[in-house]
Nanobody, 124 residues
Framework: QVQLVESGGGLVQAGGSLRLSCAAS????????MGWFRQAPGKEREFVAA????????HYADSVKGRFTFSRDNVKNTVYLQMSTLKPEDTAVYYC?????????????????WGQGTQVTVSS
């Protein structure tokens, strides 16, 4: 059974940093596209960052480019999202997702597996 478990969320002041982790289990995710999404209250789930399984390329949303860093440890079957220079508008529930087909990495509908989410709150 596929399981994704996020951790590392919390409360941080603007300008601070957090590192989110997503531990995957149930199968080998080396060739999967892995993504991070976020959802703020009253808003749609939005793309944050992803690594494409077919080529290993990493993509970021414009809103986080230069501040967030996606990384992947295939030995541990874990992906990370290092978030720096956090802003209040980064406040959201952050979700990890996995897509075996690696199609549209930016589209949440492409992902078949999701974690439960972890809350990130950035105070001003």
């Amino acid at each position: 059974q596929v399981q994704l478990v996020e951790s590392g969320g919390g409360l941080v002041q603007a300008g601070g940093s957090l590192r989110l982790s997503c531990a995957a289990s149930g199968r080998t995710f080396t060739r999967y596209t892995m993504g991070w999404f976020r959802q703020a209250p009253g808003k749609e789930r939005e793309f944050v960052a992803a690594v494409r399984g077919i080529d290993g390329n990493i993509h970021y949303a414009d809103s986080v480019k230069g501040r967030f860093t996606f990384s992947r440890d295939n030995v541990k079957n874990t992906v990370y999202l290092q978030m720096s220079t956090l802003k209040p508008e980064d406040t959201a529930v952050y979700y990890c997702a996995a897509d075996p087909l690696g199609t549209a990495y930016y589209n949440p509908k492409s992902y078949g597996y999701w974690g439960q989410g972890t809350q990130v709150t950035v105070s001003s």
